[in-house]
Each structure stands twice: as structure tokens, then as C-alpha cells.
């Protein structure tokens, strides 16, 4: 079974950094993107980062580009999301998401197993 477990939220004053993880198992780890999303109620889920596993690629929204890094521990099949200079307008629900075999890891309706989420909370 597949399955994608996030850890790593909590509440952060704004400026301050958190690191979110999703530790992956029940499927082929490799040739596979994994992507970080959130998702504010009453609002379009937003593709943050994403990462092509087997070999290092990462790929970045815009909104998130120079503050949030995606990294991974190929060996504990987790994939990490360093974020710095939180602002209260990054207060979300934060979720990884993967697919197989990757076509574009900036696709971000190919998307299709994802976990339960983290909730991340900057406060001002």
C-alpha cells in the first residue's frame, strides 16, 4: 500500500525556518516525482516544489523560490521541505504528493497519492 506520511509542522513566529518531511513506503521510491502542495481553504491547492528522485532535479514555484528548498534521503525515502523567512501568508495546510513514472514534475495535476497533510501556522 501506498502511502506518504508528512511530519514537521507546527506554529513559527514570521522570519523563522521549519522543515517539513514526508517519508514515502508501499511503492517503487525511484523514477518518481515528489512534490510539496498546500492548500488554504476556500482556495486552489498550490504546487510549491517538487524533486525527480532519481536524480536530484528540483523545480520551484515562483512564489516559493529563493525561501523554501526541496531536498531528499534517497536511503530513508523521505523528501524534506526547508522553509525560511516564513510570513503569515504561508499559514497552510501543507501536504506531499508523488506520481509514477514522471512525465514533468511540474505537472501538477499528475499528482495522485498524497498524504494527510501538516498544518504550518506563522504567526506575526
Known amino acids: 500500500q501506498v502511502q506518504l506520511v508528512e511530519s514537521g509542522g507546527g506554529s513559527v513566529q514570521a522570519g523563522g525556518p521549519l522543515r517539513l518531511s514526508c517519508a514515502a513506503s508501499g511503492y517503487t521510491y525511484s523514477h518518481s516525482c515528489i512534490g510539496w502542495f498546500r492548500q488554504i481553504p476556500g482556495k486552489e491547492r498550490e504546487g510549491l516544489a517538487a524533486?525527480?528522485?532519481?536524480?536530484?532535479?528540483?523545480y520551484y514555484a515562483d512564489s516559493v523560490r529563493g525561501r523554501f528548498t526541496i531536498s531528499q534521503d534517497s536511503a530513508k525515502k523521505t523528501v524534506y521541505l526547508d522553509m525560511n523567512n516564513l510570513k503569515p501568508e504561508d499559514t497552510s495546510m501543507y501536504y506531499c504528493a508523488a506520481y509514477s513514472p514522471p512525465m514533468g514534475c511540474l505537472k501538477w495535476g499528475r499528482y495522485d497519492t498524497w498524504g494527510q497533510g501538516t498544518q504550518v501556522t506563522v504567526s506575526s
Open positions: 524533486i525527480y528522485t532519481d536524480a536530484d532535479i528540483t
